[in-house]
């Protein structure tokens, strides 16, 4: 029998099977997925092979071939990594410039990590309604930056939405029969965003802290809800940060777009862009083409694998 991987609690996942069944199953012996060191063999968004029991539970017997997945490092100390969803066809991520802020560290390092797995990525501003008008200008540069680089970008207001769901009609238009990551730090409203596009599922939501400009985890694990116009989210814990775990050093310049474009006219082919002579990444760099920020956050994944070891993107 087979199925999908709609749920994971940590020992339990809730696997749809088929034929439509709910099946609440765990893993079967020492099972692990070769060549991945995860604190998760089995994510939401995999088709496993189960192996039913006689009190209608199920063992996951094998997991099938996967198109894709996205992971970040694992929140523990060990070198692990954790897979955040399996077999998407794209990820949003949901982004706050304040309330709290959502660092362009963050931004950079997720869609780089994207980029690593080959998954597209929208970007959704939210809370645009709390928003000074300062706010609003810098919302709208940010805006201007990654749609120039080619990331589509959505600015909305989940709360306002509650009062008209109709206002998250372009987010419908980009979710409507495809699976996708829903991902972003705490408090940035991705429970109260996921409420709204799908009545009914109630997903419990909590204040931000406003001492500190933080969010509380109100999700503790994932899970696929169908929304109703069609297709899947994955809802996923908030996550702190995302690390080049994954990446060798000079693979990292790949997964930035517009400094891969420009690498292509570096007079050595291999450069980092940190101090060559005639490096066109720098030069981009000095003559704005290329946003600071965003090669900051180069920089910072490069120092990820240069010092071995993970920092956070705050």
Not at 39 to 66: W, Y
Not at 136 to 159: F, P, R, T
Not at 188 to 195: A, E, M, Q
Not at 204 to 226: K, V
């Amino acid at each position: 029998m087979y199925g999908l991987v709609i749920k994971n609690t940590g020992s339990w996942y809730t696997v749809l099977t088929d034929d439509g069944q709910t099946i609440q199953s765990k893993i079967k012996g020492n099972f692990r997925l070769k060549g991945i060191r995860s604190t998760n063999p089995v994510a939401v968004g995999d088709r496993v092979e189960l192996i039913t029991n006689q009190d209608g539970s199920a063992f996951i017997k094998d997991i099938c071939d996967r198109r894709n997945y996205i992971i970040r490092k694992a929140s523990n100390l060990s070198k692990q990594s954790h897979i955040l969803a399996a077999n998407v066809d794209q990820a949003a991520l949901i982004i706050t410039v304040n309330y709290p802020q959502t660092s362009t560290t963050f931004i950079d390092r997720f869609l780089a990590s994207a980029e690593a797995y080959n998954i597209p990525v929208v970007l959704i501003f939210n809370k645009t309604d709390l928003l000074s008008d300062d706010e609003k200008h810098y919302q709208q540069m940010m805006v201007d930056l990654y749609e120039h680089i080619g990331y589509h970008c959505l600015q909305l207001s989940a709360a306002d939405a509650a009062d008209d769901r109709r206002l998250l009609d372009p987010l419908v238009e980009v979710l409507k029969d495809k699976i996708t990551l829903f991902s972003g730090n705490s408090g940035v409203g991705k429970s109260t965003l996921l409420n709204v596009l799908i009545p009914g599922i109630n997903l419990r939501t909590a204040e931000i802290s406003y001492a500190h400009q933080t969010g509380m985890h109100t999700t503790t694990f994932s899970e696929m809800l169908a929304i109703p116009e069609g297709g899947w989210v994955i809802d996923t814990p908030g996550v702190k940060g995302f690390g080049a775990y994954d990446m060798e050093p000079e693979e990292i310049c790949s997964y930035f777009k517009e400094i891969f474009e420009y690498s292509k006219d570096c007079r050595f082919n291999n450069c980092t862009h940190t101090h060559e002579p005639d490096c066109a990444v720098i030069r981009a760099v000095e003559n704005h083409y290329i946003s600071q920020s965003r090669y900051n956050s180069y920089l910072s994944m490069l120092e990820d694998k240069n010092e071995s070891k993970y920092r956070e993107a705050f």
